[in-house]
Structures are given as structure tokens and as C-alpha cells.
């Protein structure tokens, strides 16, 4: 079973950035595709980024590309999600997932979520 922590979250003013971490364990990671998603009090829980095991492919939701990178050290078992000009909009609780599948935005087609970490930024 894969277990994966999230860091890196806190609280930051419009324009700033952050960078989350995802550690994970238990598994071979360079196996799994990983996501990012975000859920907002009161909103459903919405995709934000993913990469493929490789690092080859990776996807975005529109909202924040060319202001998000996701990444990858195999080496080090650990998925990364640099987050520049950040906006009050982006405020939420992160969570790191991952999956067998190739490389996918559907919440539902990972098996294994961190705890997330909180993200605030105000303005």
C-alpha cells in the first residue's frame, strides 16, 4: 500500500509562491502516475495537475497553467508542485494521489491520497 505525506502548505499573500511535496512510500513509485487536486470549503474536490511515472506527460487544469509545475524525483520517491502567483482563488487544501493508471486528471481513478496540506493566500 502506498502511503503518501504532503508538505509545504501555508499561508501567503496574492502574488507569492509555494512549493507542496508529496513523499510516498510503500510502493515503486516511478511505477505510479501522481495528481494534484484541491478542495475548497463548500466545493467539490478538483483536479490541478498530474504527471505520468516517467515524467514524460503531465497535464494542467486551465486555471492555473503557466502559473503551476508539477514534478517529479524517482530517486528521492517524492512529487513536487511549484506554485507561482498565487491567488486568493487558489486557496484550499492540497492533496497528493497516486495510481497504476497512466496519467489521468479523474479523481476516481486514484487509489491512494495524503492527508493535504492547507494552502491560504489572501489578498
Known amino acids: 500500500q502506498v502511503q503518501l505525506v504532503e508538505s509545504g502548505g501555508g499561508l501567503v499573500q496574492t502574488g507569492d509562491f509555494l512549493r507542496l511535496s508529496c513523499a510516498a512510500s510503500g510502493g515503486t513509485f516511478s511505477s505510479l502516475s501522481m495528481g494534484w487536486f484541491r478542495q475548497a470549503p463548500g466545493k467539490e474536490r478538483e483536479f490541478v495537475a498530474a504527471i505520468s511515472g516517467t515524467s514524460r506527460s503531465t497535464r494542467y487544469a486551465d486555471s492555473v497553467k503557466g502559473r503551476f509545475t508539477i514534478s517529479r524525483d524517482n530517486n528521492k520517491n517524492t512529487g513536487y508542485l511549484q506554485m507561482n502567483s498565487l491567488k486568493p482563488e487558489d486557496t484550499a487544501v492540497y492533496y497528493c494521489?497516486?495510481?497504476?493508471?497512466?496519467?489521468?486528471?479523474?479523481?476516481?481513478?486514484?487509489?491512494?491520497w495524503g492527508q493535504g496540506t492547507q494552502v491560504t493566500v489572501s489578498s
Open positions: 494521489a497516486s495510481t497504476r493508471r497512466l496519467i489521468t486528471t479523474e479523481p476516481i481513478n486514484y487509489n491512494n
